[in-house]
Protein backbone atom coordinates (compact mmCIF):
# COMPACT_ATOMS: atom_id res chain seq x y z
CA UNK A 1 0.00 0.00 0.00
CA UNK A 2 2.91 2.47 0.71
CA UNK A 3 4.31 2.11 -2.40
CA UNK A 4 1.17 3.11 -4.52
CA UNK A 5 0.32 6.20 -2.06
CA UNK A 6 4.01 7.42 -2.60
CA UNK A 7 4.01 7.02 -6.21
CA UNK A 8 0.46 8.25 -6.56
CA UNK A 9 2.16 11.77 -4.31
CA UNK A 10 4.69 11.73 -6.61
CA UNK A 11 3.01 11.94 -9.44
CA UNK A 12 1.25 14.62 -8.67
CA UNK A 13 3.64 16.53 -7.49
CA UNK A 14 2.73 17.26 -4.23
CA UNK A 15 5.53 19.90 -2.18
CA UNK A 16 5.31 21.25 1.16
CA UNK A 17 2.94 23.62 1.16
CA UNK A 18 3.99 25.32 4.28
CA UNK A 19 7.64 25.42 3.85
CA UNK A 20 10.48 25.47 1.37
CA UNK A 21 8.60 22.79 -0.67
CA UNK A 22 9.98 19.80 0.24
CA UNK A 23 8.93 16.73 -2.42
CA UNK A 24 6.00 14.73 -0.10
CA UNK A 25 6.42 11.79 -1.75
CA UNK A 26 10.07 11.55 0.05
CA UNK A 27 8.80 12.87 3.33
CA UNK A 28 5.83 10.10 3.63
CA UNK A 29 7.66 7.27 2.55
CA UNK A 30 8.76 5.88 5.98
CA UNK A 31 7.69 4.04 9.37
CA UNK A 32 6.58 6.48 11.95
CA UNK A 33 3.62 6.04 14.84
CA UNK A 34 2.66 9.71 14.86
CA UNK A 35 1.36 12.08 12.20
CA UNK A 36 0.83 15.92 13.02
CA UNK A 37 -1.60 17.73 10.87
CA UNK A 38 0.18 21.30 11.09
CA UNK A 39 -2.59 24.02 10.92
CA UNK A 40 -0.86 26.42 13.58
CA UNK A 41 -0.84 29.05 10.80
CA UNK A 42 2.27 29.88 11.90
CA UNK A 43 3.07 33.46 10.35
CA UNK A 44 0.52 36.65 11.04
CA UNK A 45 -2.11 37.28 9.26
CA UNK A 46 -2.08 34.23 6.69
CA UNK A 47 -5.49 32.11 6.64
CA UNK A 48 -5.60 29.49 4.10
CA UNK A 49 -4.65 26.82 7.04
CA UNK A 50 -8.02 27.60 8.87
CA UNK A 51 -9.99 28.04 5.87
CA UNK A 52 -9.21 24.51 4.91
CA UNK A 53 -9.49 22.98 8.15
CA UNK A 54 -13.71 24.84 8.36
CA UNK A 55 -14.43 23.97 5.07
CA UNK A 56 -12.38 21.42 2.90
CA UNK A 57 -11.92 19.36 5.89
CA UNK A 58 -13.17 16.41 4.78
CA UNK A 59 -10.51 16.22 1.67
CA UNK A 60 -7.88 17.13 4.36
CA UNK A 61 -8.74 14.26 6.62
CA UNK A 62 -8.73 12.03 3.21
CA UNK A 63 -5.30 13.41 2.65
CA UNK A 64 -4.73 12.36 6.45
CA UNK A 65 -5.61 8.84 6.11
CA UNK A 66 -3.76 8.28 3.12
CA UNK A 67 -0.43 9.60 4.91
CA UNK A 68 -1.14 7.08 7.87
CA UNK A 69 -2.00 4.11 6.05
CA UNK A 70 2.00 5.21 4.12
CA UNK A 71 3.50 5.70 7.51
CA UNK A 72 2.01 2.68 9.16
CA UNK A 73 1.09 4.95 11.93
CA UNK A 74 -1.49 4.82 14.25
CA UNK A 75 -2.11 8.32 15.79
CA UNK A 76 -3.01 11.61 13.29
CA UNK A 77 -3.05 14.29 15.18
CA UNK A 78 -4.89 17.64 13.67
CA UNK A 79 -3.56 21.04 15.59
CA UNK A 80 -4.76 24.31 15.15
CA UNK A 81 -4.56 27.27 17.34
CA UNK A 82 -7.92 27.56 19.94
CA UNK A 83 -8.37 31.18 18.47
CA UNK A 84 -9.69 29.48 14.69
CA UNK A 85 -12.82 28.58 17.36
CA UNK A 86 -14.76 27.40 14.24
CA UNK A 87 -12.40 25.66 12.24
CA UNK A 88 -11.54 23.93 15.75
CA UNK A 89 -15.14 22.75 16.54
CA UNK A 90 -15.09 21.13 13.02
CA UNK A 91 -12.08 19.33 13.95
CA UNK A 92 -13.76 18.25 17.33
CA UNK A 93 -17.03 16.99 15.29
CA UNK A 94 -14.95 14.95 12.59
CA UNK A 95 -12.81 13.32 15.13
CA UNK A 96 -15.63 12.65 17.19
CA UNK A 97 -17.34 10.24 13.82
CA UNK A 98 -14.30 8.97 13.32
CA UNK A 99 -14.25 5.35 13.66
CA UNK A 100 -10.87 4.25 13.25
CA UNK A 101 -9.37 5.65 16.25
CA UNK A 102 -6.62 7.40 14.57
CA UNK A 103 -7.53 10.51 14.60
CA UNK A 104 -6.96 13.34 17.50
CA UNK A 105 -7.20 17.13 17.82
CA UNK A 106 -4.76 19.22 19.25
CA UNK A 107 -5.30 23.10 20.48
CA UNK A 108 -2.69 25.05 20.05
CA UNK A 109 -1.27 28.08 22.20
CA UNK A 110 -1.30 31.23 20.27
CA UNK A 111 2.49 31.99 20.15
CA UNK A 112 4.76 32.34 16.91
CA UNK A 113 6.47 30.11 16.25
CA UNK A 114 3.86 27.33 17.03
CA UNK A 115 4.24 25.88 13.28
CA UNK A 116 7.87 25.56 13.33
CA UNK A 117 7.42 21.44 12.94
CA UNK A 118 10.33 20.97 15.75
CA UNK A 119 8.30 23.42 18.08
CA UNK A 120 5.19 21.80 16.98
CA UNK A 121 6.76 17.63 17.88
CA UNK A 122 7.71 19.38 21.22
CA UNK A 123 4.22 20.76 21.92
CA UNK A 124 2.34 17.95 20.73
CA UNK A 125 4.47 14.48 21.51
CA UNK A 126 6.73 16.08 24.33
CA UNK A 127 9.35 15.12 22.29
CA UNK A 128 12.50 16.84 21.07
CA UNK A 129 13.92 17.00 17.63
CA UNK A 130 18.32 16.52 17.58
CA UNK A 131 20.21 19.32 16.82
CA UNK A 132 20.16 19.59 13.14
CA UNK A 133 17.42 16.89 12.98
CA UNK A 134 14.09 16.03 11.63
CA UNK A 135 10.85 15.06 13.01
CA UNK A 136 11.14 11.30 11.80
CA UNK A 137 14.10 11.03 14.22
CA UNK A 138 11.57 11.16 16.80
CA UNK A 139 8.92 8.98 14.94
CA UNK A 140 7.18 11.46 13.52
CA UNK A 141 5.92 13.02 10.44
CA UNK A 142 4.64 16.54 10.30
CA UNK A 143 2.24 17.29 6.95
CA UNK A 144 0.78 21.19 6.50
CA UNK A 145 -3.19 21.30 6.07
CA UNK A 146 -2.72 22.11 2.64
CA UNK A 147 -0.47 19.40 1.92
CA UNK A 148 -2.85 16.84 2.91
CA UNK A 149 -5.65 18.38 0.74
CA UNK A 150 -3.60 17.99 -2.00
CA UNK A 151 -2.31 14.23 -1.18
CA UNK A 152 -5.97 13.93 -1.28
CA UNK A 153 -6.43 14.95 -4.79
CA UNK A 154 -3.49 12.72 -6.06
CA UNK A 155 -5.20 10.00 -4.59
CA UNK A 156 -7.62 10.71 -7.60
CA UNK A 157 -5.00 11.31 -9.76
CA UNK A 158 -5.55 14.59 -9.99
CA UNK A 159 -1.94 16.96 -9.87
CA UNK A 160 -1.11 20.06 -7.73
CA UNK A 161 -2.01 22.39 -10.57
CA UNK A 162 -3.64 25.24 -7.54
CA UNK A 163 -3.11 26.30 -4.11
CA UNK A 164 -4.58 29.02 -1.68
CA UNK A 165 -3.31 32.17 -1.09
CA UNK A 166 -3.59 35.15 1.30
CA UNK A 167 -3.73 38.76 -0.12
CA UNK A 168 -4.13 41.21 2.56
CA UNK A 169 -2.54 44.61 3.43
CA UNK A 170 -2.81 47.53 1.80
CA UNK A 171 -5.16 46.03 -0.74
CA UNK A 172 -8.54 47.30 -2.25
CA UNK A 173 -9.96 43.34 -0.92
CA UNK A 174 -8.03 41.06 1.50
CA UNK A 175 -9.06 37.80 0.82
CA UNK A 176 -7.97 33.89 0.84
CA UNK A 177 -8.08 32.75 -2.96
CA UNK A 178 -7.43 29.28 -4.66
CA UNK A 179 -5.22 30.12 -8.15
CA UNK A 180 -3.56 28.53 -10.00
CA UNK A 181 0.26 27.92 -10.09
CA UNK A 182 1.96 30.43 -11.58
CA UNK A 183 -0.42 32.94 -11.09
CA UNK A 184 1.25 36.45 -12.16
CA UNK A 185 1.13 38.37 -9.11
CA UNK A 186 0.37 41.79 -10.64
CA UNK A 187 -2.75 39.86 -11.67
CA UNK A 188 -3.95 38.75 -8.18
CA UNK A 189 -3.53 41.90 -7.22
CA UNK A 190 -5.64 43.55 -9.48
CA UNK A 191 -8.44 40.72 -8.87
CA UNK A 192 -7.89 42.29 -5.18
CA UNK A 193 -8.97 45.70 -5.85
CA UNK A 194 -5.36 46.69 -6.73
CA UNK A 195 -3.09 48.42 -4.08
CA UNK A 196 -4.62 51.19 -2.08
CA UNK A 197 -1.20 52.91 -1.97
CA UNK A 198 0.74 54.15 -5.36
CA UNK A 199 4.18 53.25 -3.80
CA UNK A 200 4.28 49.22 -2.62
CA UNK A 201 6.13 46.57 -2.02
CA UNK A 202 4.98 42.65 -2.06
CA UNK A 203 6.13 40.35 0.24
CA UNK A 204 5.89 36.82 -1.01
CA UNK A 205 4.77 34.62 2.58
CA UNK A 206 4.35 36.06 5.65
CA UNK A 207 5.89 38.97 8.06
CA UNK A 208 8.50 37.20 9.69
CA UNK A 209 10.01 35.09 6.79
CA UNK A 210 8.90 36.22 4.12
CA UNK A 211 10.85 37.47 0.93
CA UNK A 212 9.96 40.55 -0.29
CA UNK A 213 9.40 40.31 -3.93
CA UNK A 214 11.70 42.38 -6.52
CA UNK A 215 8.51 43.70 -8.35
CA UNK A 216 4.76 41.93 -9.29
CA UNK A 217 5.74 40.41 -12.55
CA UNK A 218 6.68 37.55 -10.11
CA UNK A 219 4.77 34.18 -10.04
CA UNK A 220 3.16 32.24 -7.72
CA UNK A 221 4.30 28.76 -6.69
CA UNK A 222 3.48 25.66 -5.13
CA UNK A 223 4.56 27.21 -1.80
CA UNK A 224 3.59 30.53 -2.26
CA UNK A 225 1.46 31.31 0.82
CA UNK A 226 0.89 34.92 0.93
CA UNK A 227 0.63 38.11 -0.66
CA UNK A 228 0.95 41.30 1.66
CA UNK A 229 1.17 44.80 0.50
CA UNK A 230 2.94 47.16 1.75
CA UNK A 231 4.33 50.87 2.01
CA UNK A 232 8.15 50.41 0.95
CA UNK A 233 8.80 52.27 4.38
CA UNK A 234 6.94 49.67 6.71
CA UNK A 235 9.28 48.17 9.31
CA UNK A 236 8.29 44.47 7.55
CA UNK A 237 9.96 45.19 4.85
CA UNK A 238 12.60 47.60 5.01
CA UNK A 239 14.23 44.79 7.15
CA UNK A 240 14.10 41.92 4.10
CA UNK A 241 16.00 45.15 1.30
CA UNK A 242 18.42 45.88 3.23
CA UNK A 243 22.19 45.62 1.74
CA UNK A 244 23.37 42.22 3.42
CA UNK A 245 27.26 44.13 3.87
CA UNK A 246 25.79 46.69 5.90
CA UNK A 247 23.54 44.38 7.84
CA UNK A 248 26.52 42.71 8.91
CA UNK A 249 28.56 45.99 9.52
CA UNK A 250 25.56 47.60 11.53
CA UNK A 251 25.38 44.47 13.64
CA UNK A 252 28.66 44.39 14.79
CA UNK A 253 29.04 47.69 15.95
CA UNK A 254 25.07 48.44 17.07
CA UNK A 255 24.77 45.15 19.18
CA UNK A 256 24.75 45.85 22.83
CA UNK A 257 25.09 41.77 24.14
CA UNK A 258 21.82 42.02 25.97
CA UNK A 259 21.54 38.12 24.98
CA UNK A 260 17.00 38.73 24.18
CA UNK A 261 17.81 37.40 21.25
CA UNK A 262 19.46 33.77 22.61
CA UNK A 263 16.66 33.91 25.24
CA UNK A 264 14.16 34.12 23.51
CA UNK A 265 15.32 31.77 20.56
CA UNK A 266 12.57 29.12 19.96
CA UNK A 267 15.71 26.42 19.55
CA UNK A 268 17.63 27.16 22.06
CA UNK A 269 14.72 26.64 24.35
CA UNK A 270 14.22 23.60 23.07
CA UNK A 271 17.80 22.81 24.42
CA UNK A 272 19.63 23.43 20.83
CA UNK A 273 23.61 25.13 20.65
CA UNK A 274 22.55 28.13 19.08
CA UNK A 275 23.32 31.69 20.72
CA UNK A 276 22.83 34.36 18.24
CA UNK A 277 23.91 36.99 20.61
CA UNK A 278 27.85 35.13 20.76
CA UNK A 279 27.50 35.15 16.78
CA UNK A 280 26.85 38.99 16.78
CA UNK A 281 29.63 39.44 19.11
CA UNK A 282 31.85 37.23 16.47
CA UNK A 283 31.54 39.54 13.85
CA UNK A 284 33.77 42.30 15.64
CA UNK A 285 37.08 41.62 14.43
CA UNK A 286 38.03 41.68 17.82
CA UNK A 287 36.38 38.23 19.21
CA UNK A 288 37.43 35.25 16.92
CA UNK A 289 34.83 32.37 17.97
CA UNK A 290 34.28 30.04 15.18
CA UNK A 291 32.04 27.61 17.15
CA UNK A 292 29.27 30.66 17.45
CA UNK A 293 29.33 31.28 13.70
CA UNK A 294 28.73 27.20 13.14
CA UNK A 295 25.54 27.51 15.78
CA UNK A 296 24.35 29.40 12.29
CA UNK A 297 23.27 26.45 11.00
CA UNK A 298 20.51 25.40 13.79
CA UNK A 299 19.09 28.99 12.60
CA UNK A 300 15.56 27.89 11.58
CA UNK A 301 15.33 31.85 10.28
CA UNK A 302 11.43 32.49 12.43
CA UNK A 303 12.66 36.14 12.80
CA UNK A 304 12.19 36.32 16.27
CA UNK A 305 15.35 37.66 17.35
CA UNK A 306 15.48 40.27 14.88
CA UNK A 307 11.48 41.16 15.07
CA UNK A 308 10.02 40.70 18.69
CA UNK A 309 13.68 39.84 21.00
CA UNK A 310 16.44 42.78 19.62
CA UNK A 311 16.13 46.21 21.39
CA UNK A 312 18.17 47.55 18.84
CA UNK A 313 16.84 46.89 16.37
CA UNK A 314 19.20 44.96 14.55
CA UNK A 315 18.94 41.80 12.29
CA UNK A 316 20.21 38.56 14.08
CA UNK A 317 18.32 36.43 11.92
CA UNK A 318 19.76 37.72 8.12
CA UNK A 319 23.52 37.58 9.48
CA UNK A 320 22.69 33.93 10.63
CA UNK A 321 21.26 33.58 7.15
CA UNK A 322 24.02 35.06 5.04
CA UNK A 323 27.06 32.89 7.89
CA UNK A 324 25.12 29.69 7.36
CA UNK A 325 24.39 30.01 3.33
CA UNK A 326 28.78 30.70 3.38
CA UNK A 327 29.13 27.68 5.76
CA UNK A 328 27.15 25.75 3.10
CA UNK A 329 28.32 26.73 0.21
CA UNK A 330 31.62 25.46 1.69
CA UNK A 331 30.27 22.20 2.47
CA UNK A 332 30.60 22.73 6.06
CA UNK A 333 27.40 20.60 8.11
CA UNK A 334 26.58 20.64 12.04
CA UNK A 335 28.21 17.29 13.90
CA UNK A 336 24.82 16.18 14.89
CA UNK A 337 25.05 12.98 17.36
CA UNK A 338 21.42 12.43 17.19
CA UNK A 339 20.86 12.64 21.06
CA UNK A 340 17.77 14.02 22.04
CA UNK A 341 18.39 17.82 23.54
CA UNK A 342 17.78 18.83 27.25
CA UNK A 343 15.10 21.22 27.09
CA UNK A 344 15.63 25.04 28.75
CA UNK A 345 14.17 24.80 32.01
CA UNK A 346 12.71 28.48 31.31
CA UNK A 347 10.85 27.30 27.53
CA UNK A 348 7.19 27.04 28.64
CA UNK A 349 7.40 30.56 29.90
CA UNK A 350 9.12 32.22 27.15
CA UNK A 351 6.56 32.19 24.23
CA UNK A 352 6.18 35.07 22.15
CA UNK A 353 2.05 36.09 21.86
CA UNK A 354 0.55 36.36 18.25
CA UNK A 355 -0.95 39.32 19.26
CA UNK A 356 1.75 41.38 20.77
CA UNK A 357 3.92 40.31 17.69
CA UNK A 358 1.67 41.45 15.46
CA UNK A 359 1.47 45.04 17.56
CA UNK A 360 5.27 45.22 17.05
CA UNK A 361 5.77 44.34 13.65
CA UNK A 362 2.79 46.94 13.23
CA UNK A 363 0.08 44.52 11.05
CA UNK A 364 -2.59 43.98 13.26
CA UNK A 365 -4.84 46.08 11.90
CA UNK A 366 -4.54 43.68 8.73
CA UNK A 367 -5.63 40.85 10.80
CA UNK A 368 -9.22 40.65 9.34
CA UNK A 369 -9.37 36.81 8.89
CA UNK A 370 -10.50 36.89 5.52
CA UNK A 371 -12.87 34.26 3.39
CA UNK A 372 -13.01 33.32 0.05
CA UNK A 373 -14.27 35.91 -2.92
CA UNK A 374 -17.75 34.84 -4.58
CA UNK A 375 -16.41 35.12 -7.79
CA UNK A 376 -13.98 32.63 -9.11
CA UNK A 377 -10.37 33.65 -9.86
CA UNK A 378 -9.53 32.38 -13.28
CA UNK A 379 -6.34 33.97 -15.05
CA UNK A 380 -5.42 34.64 -18.76
CA UNK A 381 -1.69 33.93 -18.31
CA UNK A 382 0.38 32.22 -16.34
CA UNK A 383 4.54 31.66 -15.58
CA UNK A 384 5.15 27.70 -13.85
CA UNK A 385 8.88 27.82 -12.27
CA UNK A 386 10.65 24.56 -13.08
CA UNK A 387 12.23 25.09 -9.63
CA UNK A 388 9.59 25.33 -6.72
CA UNK A 389 11.10 23.30 -4.59
CA UNK A 390 13.81 21.54 -2.78
CA UNK A 391 16.68 19.53 -4.71
CA UNK A 392 16.56 19.89 -8.60
CA UNK A 393 14.56 21.79 -10.90
CA UNK A 394 12.25 19.82 -13.30
CA UNK A 395 13.24 18.96 -16.52
CA UNK A 396 10.96 20.43 -19.02
CA UNK A 397 8.89 18.75 -21.27
CA UNK A 398 7.27 21.25 -23.57
CA UNK A 399 8.43 23.95 -26.01
CA UNK A 400 6.97 26.83 -27.31
CA UNK A 401 3.75 26.58 -29.30
CA UNK A 402 2.67 23.31 -27.57
CA UNK A 403 -0.96 23.15 -26.52
CA UNK A 404 -1.36 22.17 -23.24
CA UNK A 405 -4.51 21.20 -21.07
CA UNK A 406 -4.83 21.77 -17.17
CA UNK A 407 -2.72 18.80 -15.65
CA UNK A 408 -0.79 18.13 -18.12
CA UNK A 409 2.92 16.45 -17.19
CA UNK A 410 5.04 19.57 -18.22
CA UNK A 411 8.24 19.24 -16.33
CA UNK A 412 9.72 15.62 -14.74
CA UNK A 413 11.99 14.91 -11.95
CA UNK A 414 15.60 14.35 -13.28
CA UNK A 415 16.69 10.61 -13.04
CA UNK A 416 18.23 9.89 -9.91
CA UNK A 417 17.37 13.10 -8.40
CA UNK A 418 15.38 15.23 -5.70
CA UNK A 419 12.65 17.00 -7.00
CA UNK A 420 9.06 17.49 -7.73
CA UNK A 421 6.83 17.06 -10.93
CA UNK A 422 5.28 20.22 -12.74
CA UNK A 423 1.92 20.26 -14.38
CA UNK A 424 0.24 23.08 -16.53
CA UNK A 425 -2.11 24.72 -14.54
CA UNK A 426 -4.05 26.05 -17.11
CA UNK A 427 -5.29 25.39 -20.42
CA UNK A 428 -3.38 27.00 -23.45
CA UNK A 429 -0.46 27.45 -25.54
CA UNK A 430 2.49 27.95 -24.27
CA UNK A 431 4.40 30.82 -25.35
CA UNK A 432 7.94 30.82 -24.22
CA UNK A 433 10.13 28.42 -22.35
CA UNK A 434 13.07 30.76 -20.84
CA UNK A 435 15.15 30.90 -18.07
CA UNK A 436 13.50 27.53 -16.17
CA UNK A 437 9.95 29.46 -16.66
CA UNK A 438 7.15 27.67 -18.40
CA UNK A 439 4.66 30.34 -20.09
CA UNK A 440 1.32 29.58 -20.78
CA UNK A 441 -1.47 31.75 -22.10
CA UNK A 442 -5.13 30.73 -23.02
CA UNK A 443 -6.17 30.50 -26.24
Not at 18 to 24: K, V
Not at 248 to 273: A, F, Y
Not at 391 to 400: F, S, T
Amino acid sequence: MRDQIVEKVKNAGVVGAGGAGFPTHVKINATVDTVLVNGASCEPLLMSDPYIMEHELDIMIEGLNAVLDATGASRGVICIKGKHAKALQTIKDAVAKDTTGRLEAFELKDFYPAGDEQVLVREVTGRTVPEAGIPLQVGVVVSNTESLYNIANAMKDIPLTERYVTVTGEVGRDMVVKVPVGTIVSDLLEFAGGSKISDYRVVDGGPMMGRVLPDTDQPVTKVTSGLIVLDPEHNVVKGKVMDPAAIKRITGTVCCQCTHCTELCPRNLLGHSIHPHKLMRSLSALVQDPQARMEALLCCECGICEKFACPMGISPREVNMLIKKELMKEGIRWPATGEEPVNNPMRDVRYVPTKRLMQRLDVLKYDTHPGMPEERFVPERVAIPLAQHIGAPAQCLVKEGDRVAKGDLIGEIPEGALGARIHASIDGVVTSVEGGVVRISRG
